[in-house]
């Protein structure tokens, strides 16, 4: 009896604790931390900007005139501006480049000579926070950026109409067209601007015979040499499309050299319209006889203006958008109008007008 006594005493005991135990209130969760809306980061007023701008060579005559118009531009807008010259080398281009990363600027314009050569300090700037925007020859594919150029292919397309109908004009409605290119073929927006020119003249002339693409590297020297060699393959050429004004005028000076280089015995066609070209182009005497031109005041703009967008945020920093500023076609026909060109585009001073005696 004492033994179940005892029995029942524990049970009682033991349901007492376990009902203190349900009764204890539960701990309320701790609660989450009040989360602070993240602030995007204040744009700078653009005066505040620090940009970089490194140029593909200034040894070139547009690129001097771009340059030129990108300080303009900077005076004007009021922001600070640090220029390199590429040099026309992709190794100086990357060291440009980290210099520009090093010294912190709020954005960099790259005017590559190597696209594949521009991936990994593209790629460095923009993990270090700085857009970058590139002109005139595309990035390579590993990197993702803002891109400012012409439509290539539509420009020299219509240079090609232009060229046939003149050709033909000149040397005769049944004369064979025996077309030859002198551009970079590392280099596809050049590629694409030779077969613009080949495709416009084709849609005038399907009779043309395309004879050669000889590559030039876009430097006079070299552009120089690829034309004699070409001249000696194909001696009948009459018609070259010179895919910068470096191609073309070194495919003049060689024209020059086998006394080729007159109006009368090839139609040729410079792409960039600087003032040596244009000088060229109005003495009735000199082959050259057609122009493409970039337009280093719009261009030179554009690209500053496409960067403070991606600086502001306005614009993706890594993504491939495109922003395209129209060539144009020159003529030799009203000196005046080249002239106000080259004033514009190039401050230029010079007076055509004694060149088209």
């Given at each position: 009896m004492r033994r179940h006594w005892i029995l029942a005493l524990f049970l009682a005991v033991a349901m007492a604790i376990a009902s203190c135990a349900r009764a204890t209130p539960t701990p309320a969760p701790t609660a989450t931390p009040k989360v602070e809306p993240t602030k995007a980061p204040a744009v700078k007023n653009v005066k505040d900007l620090k940009i970089g701008y490194i140029y593909l060579t200034l040894e070139h005559p547009y690129y001097q005139a771009h340059s030129r118009h990108v300080q303009q531009y900077a005076k004007e807008l009021g922001f600070t501006l640090i220029e390199r010259d590429g040099k026309g080398d992709a190794a100086v281009m990357a060291s440009a480049m980290e210099d520009l990363i090093a010294q912190k600027v709020d954005g960099i314009v790259f005017c590559l000579i190597d696209e594949a050569a521009s991936v990994p300090v593209i790629n460095e700037a923009q993990q270090a926070g700085i857009p970058v925007v590139t002109f005139a020859i595309h990035h390579g594919a590993g990197a993702k950026a803002p891109f400012v150029g012409i439509p290539e292919k539509e420009a020299t397309s219509a240079a090609g109409k232009e060229a046939a109908k003149r050709f033909h004009e000149k040397f005769g409605k049944d004369t064979q067209a025996k077309l030859a290119t002198v551009e970079c073929p590392e280099i596809q927006q050049v590629v694409d601007r030779a077969d613009g020119f080949i495709e416009g003249f084709k849609s005038v002339d399907p009779n043309v015979q395309v004879v050669a693409r000889a590559d030039g590297k876009c430097f006079r020297e070299k552009a120089l040499a690829a034309t004699e060699d070409l001249l000696q393959a194909h001696p009948d050429v009459n018609?070259?499309?010179?895919?910068?004004?470096?191609?073309?005028?070194?495919?003049?000076?060689?024209?020059?050299?086998?006394?080729?280089?007159?109006?009368d015995k090839v139609f040729l066609v410079s792409h960039d319209g600087s003032e040596p070209e244009l000088i060229e182009m109005v003495n009735p005497k000199s082959a050259l006889k057609l122009a493409v031109a970039n337009r280093p005041r719009e261009l030179a703009r554009g690209t500053i203006d496409t960067l403070i967008e991606t600086i502001q945020g306005k614009r993706p920093m890594a993504e491939d958008t495109e922003v395209r500023i129209p060539a144009v076609v020159l003529t030799p026909d009203d000196v005046n109008a080249l002239n106000q060109f080259l004033k514009e585009q190039y401050f230029s001073t010079t007076d055509l007008t004694k060149y088209a005696q």
């Amino acid at each position: 009896m004492r033994r179940h006594w005892i029995l029942a005493l524990f049970l009682a005991v033991a349901m007492a604790i376990a009902s203190c135990a349900r009764a204890t209130p539960t701990p309320a969760p701790t609660a989450t931390p009040k989360v602070e809306p993240t602030k995007a980061p204040a744009v700078k007023n653009v005066k505040d900007l620090k940009i970089g701008y490194i140029y593909l060579t200034l040894e070139h005559p547009y690129y001097q005139a771009h340059s030129r118009h990108v300080q303009q531009y900077a005076k004007e807008l009021g922001f600070t501006l640090i220029e390199r010259d590429g040099k026309g080398d992709a190794a100086v281009m990357a060291s440009a480049m980290e210099d520009l990363i090093a010294q912190k600027v709020d954005g960099i314009v790259f005017c590559l000579i190597d696209e594949a050569a521009s991936v990994p300090v593209i790629n460095e700037a923009q993990q270090a926070g700085i857009p970058v925007v590139t002109f005139a020859i595309h990035h390579g594919a590993g990197a993702k950026a803002p891109f400012v150029g012409i439509p290539e292919k539509e420009a020299t397309s219509a240079a090609g109409k232009e060229a046939a109908k003149r050709f033909h004009e000149k040397f005769g409605k049944d004369t064979q067209a025996k077309l030859a290119t002198v551009e970079c073929p590392e280099i596809q927006q050049v590629v694409d601007r030779a077969d613009g020119f080949i495709e416009g003249f084709k849609s005038v002339d399907p009779n043309v015979q395309v004879v050669a693409r000889a590559d030039g590297k876009c430097f006079r020297e070299k552009a120089l040499a690829a034309t004699e060699d070409l001249l000696q393959a194909h001696p009948d050429v009459n018609v070259i499309y010179g895919g910068n004004g470096d191609s073309a005028l070194g495919a003049l000076a060689a024209l020059q050299g086998a006394g080729k280089g007159t109006s009368d015995k090839v139609f040729l066609v410079s792409h960039d319209g600087s003032e040596p070209e244009l000088i060229e182009m109005v003495n009735p005497k000199s082959a050259l006889k057609l122009a493409v031109a970039n337009r280093p005041r719009e261009l030179a703009r554009g690209t500053i203006d496409t960067l403070i967008e991606t600086i502001q945020g306005k614009r993706p920093m890594a993504e491939d958008t495109e922003v395209r500023i129209p060539a144009v076609v020159l003529t030799p026909d009203d000196v005046n109008a080249l002239n106000q060109f080259l004033k514009e585009q190039y401050f230029s001073t010079t007076d055509l007008t004694k060149y088209a005696q």
